[in-house]
């Protein structure tokens, strides 16, 4: 009763558009706790935006970088982007004022944008698993196999997938089309999401595609384990006439290293959708709502962190961009590191 009391009075009743009678009354949410997360937030948006900006112009300027791994986190990278662009923001706008200052069109948008970025980047995890199965199983036919011609063609179909998945969806279930969207007042741009809904994407944009990527990579260290077996066996003498295909250690520590993004990934992913099976609806509004969107948001920051922690490419060419090195005639030739990592 105490909090409830103490959260009553950090919230300060007005009206969104007060020269319009039929607007939406606005709760401005004060008080030290909201003003703290306020900046956490904005710092976590910038922060986004920053370093996936770091990744997109490192694979993007130098050519050493020109790979298809490294096509797949570039893709990663504009999916979080987007997040840190434009999901954020609004999300925190939201998380301050319940006043939708946007416009219809931008409401109907909005969920678009959401809907593809989350979905690019699982689209974008999805081919990393296929990617590191190809290089860990056939690591000798892996170049002739996967280009980079090849690998940008499988990027653009699979956001065009995407896009047409989330503009589908969105209209079968009456969230486009402005004159349909949840507004009892002018001001309002509430996201209703029905369990039916729910269910659904549980089993089309997670489990589904999340079976897939889980169950790549339990081979990706079946076949990475069996390989070590047989590089151990070598060493002790063992006959060197079994046709041993043995892995580089860049591409161990590559399957590695994105596997611990697939981890993060679904670790800010399955809260959501637990609690989403026991909810029958859930509003843009709600508490739970604001904190399980916010743990998969938070995500989009944290992968440029794993690879500046895994990547000696990456730290290199940070490097370079922060002090404007990259200006400098012939840098995209550069070499950020002698063996590949």
């Keep these: 009763m105490e909090l409830r009391g103490q959260y009553q ?14 607007s939406c009354r606005k ?19 910038v922060f986004t935006v920053f370093l996936n ?21 570039l893709s990663l990278a504009v999916a979080d982007l987007l997040v840190g662009l434009f999901v954020m923001p609004v999300n925190i706008m939201q998380l301050i004022t319940t006043c939708w200052y946007l416009g219809k069109v931008a ?14 980047s699982l689209c974008s995890l999805i081919l990393i698993a296929v990617d590191r ?8 036919l892996y170049s002739s196999r996967i280009t980079v011609c090849k690998m940008s063609l499988y990027i653009i179909l699979g956001w065009s997938f995407c896009l047409l998945y989330v503009i589908i969806f969105m209209y079968s279930n009456d969230h486009l089309t402005p004159s349909q969207m949840s507004t009892r007042c002018y001001g309002q741009c509430v996201l209703i999401i029905k369990h039916s809904w729910v269910i659904a994407g549980i089993v089309i944009s997670f489990l589904a595609p999340c079976s897939v990527i889980l169950v790549l990579y339990s081979l990706i260290f079946n076949v ?36 611990i ?20 609806y859930i509003t843009s509004l709600s508490v739970m709502w604001i904190l399980f969107i916010w743990l998969i948001l938070i995500n989009s920051c944290m992968n440029p962190l794993i690879y500046a922690i895994f990547y000696q490419w990456f730290r290199a060419s940070v490097k370079y961009i922060v002090t404007c090195r990259i200006f400098e005639s012939s840098s995209s030739r550069l070499h950020l590191f002698s063996d590949h990592v």
């Design 27 to 45: 709760e401005v949410r004060t008080g030290p706790a909201y003003i703290f997360l306020f900046f956490f937030l904005s710092c976590v948006s």
């Design 261 to 280: 993004v697939i981890v993060v990934y679904l670790s800010c992913w399955i809260p959501y959708y637990i609690c989403s099976l026991f909810v029958k």
């Design 53 to 73: 900006l770091l990744v997109i112009i490192s694979i993007s300027h130098f050519k050493q970088l020109h790979t298809p791994t490294n096509l797949l986190i």
């Design 9 to 22: 009075q950090n919230i300060t009743v007005q009206y969104c558009f007060p020269d319009n009678n039929a």
């Design 133 to 140: 199965y190809i290089a860990v199983s056939d690591p000798l």
């Design 107 to 120: 409401c109907s948008i909005f969920p678009v944008i959401n809907s593809l970025s989350l979905s690019g």
């Design 224 to 259: 990475a384990r069996h390989q070590a077996k047989a590089i151990r066996a070598v060493k002790n003498g063992a006959s060197h006439q079994h046709g041993v295909k043995v892995l580089s250690s860049s591409e161990t520590k590559a399957a590695k290293t994105l596997s």
